[in-house]
């Protein structure tokens, strides 16, 4: 895999982690919402992953 796609993935589930983390000092956590919006952002990821492997003509 190549150097860009690999540190986006990383990056977003980072950024992921980072949100829940400040979301949880903040506040209560909804499991239900996260339960949601974690196989979103799979699939959000998932995406940009394929976006950014396509080859530029």
């Not at 796609?5 to 949880?24: E, K, M, N, Q, Y």
Request: aromatic share 8%; hydrophobic share 60%; charged share 10%.
């Amino acid at each position: 895999m190549r150097t860009d796609r690999t540190a986006f993935a990383v990056g977003i589930s980072a950024l992921l982690l980072a949100g829940l983390g400040l979301w949880s000092a903040w506040g209560q956590i909804d499991w239900r919402v996260v339960g949601f919006l974690v196989p979103a952002a799979l699939v959000v990821i998932g995406v940009g992953m394929l976006l950014l492997s396509q080859r530029r003509n």
